[in-house]
Each structure stands twice: as structure tokens, then as C-alpha cells.
């Protein structure tokens, strides 16, 4: 299979004109196109700090965290420049725009509608819910604008290679994601082929995905990372204050991001120092003790630091209209450089390897995996025997069977 080619970002201004013109010539609206040409921009003023770099995935994670960090906080905000940067990298990598939205209204091609509609006519009578339709619909219709847009109008010029780069295209995704749509896309072909809207079993190149949730080893920071991080952070501005308390109370609970992000002012008992909430994962009460860092933390952020709005939420948005908080997981990459802790591009480093350094740090001080699955709000011990692969030390101390 091809791999992808290289782009270096100084080229991203014959890329950013290109994809102008194209939007244009799809009807895109020019209020649109001027939104997205802004965040291009930026991005290029930004490629310009670090010249001769490629144009990947990592340069786009790293410019969305230096430059859109606190805008990503927003909904709305978030979508838009995702989307403007997920578009140009798509567009020099495949000189493909990729719709985002499909409705039964959407239209395929003149030229391709035969094959995508007649399969969807004939999915839709095996009743599947609504839901289900409108997910088919979107996986095909992102085949089909790929097909469209490199100039295929007939499914006879479509080859192993067609199929393989367009695979090459889905590797932001996820494995279930992937997995689900190679096999519409093999169906839908196979279809194709048993109905005689093609003399060619076009299916045969589309490989078989295995959808295996594999379990993962959790990326944890250790102790001294915690301190770094913590001391790096600036307790003086308003946005520090609530940083600093978030990071606290992720790495002295173990609470995650998304029960951090939904926590109002009635899951703190003051007077008996416990914090209690339900847990979005699971909807399991969890009652926890809050040590007096965290409780002083807490209170600095909401005398010092956080903007008046009616939200219950004790952690919000430091943009106007001062809103929940959309995401917190981007707030740790950019404190990590701040600190100068340089993580390996394999290790995974959200807010969750607070969560995972404190359930290590409790394993190798013997305390009992009942004892960490209760303060981490398992309702399975299994869940928890995962960081028994974390703490080596540890295992020639367990009776625990688990496969390294």
C-alpha cells in the first residue's frame, strides 16, 4: 500500500488556496470559508516559528494546544477549528473535502447515485432504526466524496489502489469506526456486484478489519511529573487558579476528567470536608474525602479566579458567555511543555494518567485493590487489576492472574 506523502508546512499556503477554491466551487458560503481561512492562518503564521516540519497529525495536535487551547474549551469553537484544520489535512493529503453532515436529503453524484442510493434503498427495508440509517448514510457518503472528488464518476475505474488509499485516509479514527465502515463498504460492493451495477467483485479489495477491544496498559505520570506540573503551574492569573485545582483534584482522587467537568457547588459537603457526585461512566454514587490542598484549592479558584455566571458547574469557561466546560484533556499537554516534561509520541498523557499515577502510587504502597477500585469508583475489581501491569514490582505479590 502507498503511504501518505509528505507535506512540509511551508508549502501550506499553495494547499490553503487550493482548498479556497475548491470550497468555492462546492457552494461553500464565503462567511464560512473566511472563518476557516482565519484559523489557516494562524496556522501557517505558527508553521513559520518551525520551518522544515512536516505537516502530520502530531503538528496539528501541537498548534491546536499552543494556539487554540482555551478556545477549545467552547463547543461551537471547538467543532469549527477542528474541523478547519481536520479539512486542510485531509485536502493535502488526498485533495479530497470531506462532508461532515448527511441528512436523506443529502444528494450523491449523477454519476455514482445508481449504486449508493440502490443500496441504501434496499438497507432501509431491514428495519433498522433511523439512527442507524443516518450512520450508513454518513460512511457512504464519505466514500463517495472521496471517489468524487479524485475523479472517478464510474465504478469501473475503481481498483485495489482506489480502496487502499481511501483506507489511508481513515486513520484518525478509531478501530471500530474503521472496522464498521470497510464492512458497509464491502457489502455495499458486493451488492453492487450480485445486482449487476458492476461486472467486477470489487469487494474482494476491501480487507477485513478486526473490531478487537484490546485492553490497554493506561499511561500514568509519576510522582515527580505530578510535582512538575503542578509547580509549573501560574497560580497568579484566574485561568491558572482553576487549572491548578482541577490537576489537584484529578491527582489526589483519581476523579475523572468528565465527573471534574460536571461538578457544582451542592457535590461539596464543606463541613465535612467529602466531595460526592454520580459518575457519568458508570451512574455509581461516589463518596470521597477531600484533603485540605484540594478544599484550599477549590476555594482560591472561586474567590480569586472565577468569572461571575449563573452555571451550577464549579468549573468553567474563562470565554464569554462563561460556560461548562466543554473538555478539560487539552489543558495537560500544554502544562506538560510548561513544566518541560517531554512525553514519547506514543504515550498518551490526558487527564486520565492522573487518575491512572494515583492508582499505581496506591498499588506500591500495598494498598489493597478492593480499597483502589473503591476510590476509583469501579464497580468491577477486573477493571482495576489492569494497573497491576503498570507497578512490576508489584506483581510477584499478587495471587492475581494477569497476562502481560
Excluded at 55 to 72: G, I, M, P, W
Excluded at 73 to 81: G, K
Excluded at 330 to 342: D, E, F, L, T
Aim: charged share 25%; hydrophobic share 35%.
Amino acid at each position: 500500500m502507498e503511504g501518505t506523502k509528505k507535506v512540509f508546512t511551508s508549502e501550506l499556503q499553495t494547499y490553503i488556496s487550493e482548498l479556497k477554491e475548491v470550497m468555492y466551487q462546492k457552494g461553500y458560503s464565503n462567511c464560512q470559508i473566511q472563518t476557516y481561512s482565519k484559523i489557516w492562518n494562524n496556522m501557517q503564521t505558527y508553521a513559520k516559528s518551525q520551518p522544515n516540519q512536516e505537516f502530520t497529525e502530531n503538528f496539528r495536535q501541537q498548534f491546536l494546544q499552543d494556539v487554540y487551547a482555551e478556545s477549545l474549551e467552547n463547543r461551537d469553537s471547538m467543532y469549527r477549528i477542528t474541523r478547519a484544520t481536520n479539512m486542510l489535512s485531509d485536502f493535502t493529503q488526498f485533495h479530497v473535502i470531506f462532508r461532515q453532515y448527511c441528512t436523506s436529503k443529502t444528494i450523491f453524484s449523477e454519476e455514482l447515485k445508481d449504486i449508493f442510493v440502490g443500496f441504501l434503498e434496499e438497507e432501509s427495508h431491514r428495519h433498522f432504526t433511523e439512527k442507524t440509517m443516518k450512520s450508513l448514510r454518513i460512511r457512504l457518503l464519505r466514500f463517495h466524496d472521496y471517489l468524487y472528488d479524485i475523479g472517478i464518476r464510474d465504478f469501473r475505474s475503481v481498483s485495489g489502489k482506489t480502496i487502499n488509499l481511501y483506507i489511508l485516509s481513515l486513520a484518525r479514527f478509531s478501530t471500530t469506526y474503521v472496522s464498521e465502515t470497510l464492512r458497509e463498504i464491502r457489502r455495499m460492493l458486493k451488492w453492487a456486484f450480485d445486482n449487476q451495477y458492476i461486472d467486477i467483485q470489487l469487494a474482494k479489495y476491501v480487507p477485513h478489519v478486526k473490531n478487537i477491544r484490546q485492553q490497554k496498559i493506561p499511561s500514568t505520570f509519576t510522582a515527580a511529573e505530578i510535582d512538575q506540573i503542578l509547580s509549573s503551574v501560574d497560580r497568579a492569573n484566574p485561568i491558572g487558579k482553576r487549572n491548578y485545582a482541577i490537576f489537584l483534584i484529578a491527582a489526589k482522587l483519581g476523579i475523572r476528567s468528565s465527573d471534574i467537568r460536571s461538578l457544582t457547588f451542592s457535590n461539596i459537603d464543606w463541613d465535612k470536608k467529602m466531595i460526592s457526585f454520580s459518575q457519568k461512566k458508570t451512574g455509581r454514587s461516589l463518596v470521597l474525602p477531600m484533603p485540605d490542598d484540594v478544599g484550599w484549592a477549590i476555594i482560591d479558584y472561586l474567590k480569586n479566579g472565577r468569572p461571575e455566571t449563573n452555571v451550577k458547574n464549579i468549573f468553567v469557561s474563562h470565554q464569554y458567555p462563561y460556560g461548562e466546560l466543554s473538555t478539560i484533556g487539552n489543558i495537560v499537554p500544554r502544562q506538560m511543555r510548561s513544566a518541560g516534561i517531554k512525553a514519547p509520541a506514543n504515550r498518551r498523557t490526558g487527564m486520565h494518567a492522573f487518575r491512572h499515577g494515583l492508582a499505581t502510587r496506591m498499588l506500591e504502597n500495598d494498598v489493597p485493590l478492593p480499597i483502589i477500585a473503591q476510590t476509583l469508583g469501579h464497580a468491577d475489581i477486573s477493571s482495576t487489576e489492569v494497573y497491576l501491569r503498570i507497578s512490576l514490582k508489584q506483581l510477584s505479590k499478587c495471587g492475581l492472574e494477569v497476562d502481560l
